[in-house]
């Protein structure tokens, strides 16, 4: 039924639930403190966490054997998770998370206009077809009742 190697698309899933715990979980964490600080915990809530995996998982690299191209990449990609992070909790701070999470997930659409512009990939029509459902879906989610 799905074309899909296991191991990414279980990742992926994965993701996706924990994305969805993110959301109720950040809604009910940040009642009564500000959302910038609330995003400063979980980063560093984050931090040890991921530290300890990669230790437990004896995946530490010398990040000085890094390429310039993968630093700047990998900080811009680091400064975009950070903003990202920010705008969300705010948004969930002051909106419904099943608002706030659907308008999130407009990210798909721009990953598949970005990837197209930047990367060179070619969705397919069926590809294309899902994409702008999700986009169409993004939309009325967000209308007012």
């Known amino acids: 039924m799905f074309n899909a190697t296991p191991g990414w698309f279980v990742w992926a899933l994965g993701s996706a639930v924990f994305a969805a715990m993110t959301a109720i979980f950040a809604k009910v964490g940040i009642k009564g403190i500000d959302s910038d600080f609330a995003t400063l915990f979980r980063t560093v809530v984050i931090l040890v966490v991921l530290f300890l995996f990669v230790k437990y998982t004896g995946k530490i690299q010398d990040p000085f054997i890094l390429s310039?191209?993968?630093?700047?990449?990998?900080?811009?990609?680091?400064?975009?998770?950070?903003?990202s992070w920010v705008?969300?909790?705010?948004?969930?701070?002051?909106g419904e998370a099943s608002k706030v999470a659907p308008?999130?997930?407009?990210?798909?659409?721009?990953?598949?206009v970005f990837a197209t512009i930047f990367l060179?990939?070619?969705?397919?029509?069926?590809?294309?077809?899902?994409?702008?459902?999700i986009g169409t879906g993004v939309i009325i989610l967000s209308l007012k009742k």
């Not at 705008?87 to 002051?94: G, H, M, S, T, V």
């Open 68 to 83: 310039a191209k993968t630093w700047l990449f990998l900080v811009l990609s680091g400064l975009a998770t950070g903003a």
């Open 87 to 94: 705008c969300y909790f705010r948004a969930l701070q002051i």
């Open 103 to 112: 308008v999130d997930k407009l990210s798909l659409v721009l990953v598949a």
């Open 120 to 133: 060179g990939e070619r969705p397919s029509a069926r590809d294309w077809t899902g994409i702008v459902l």
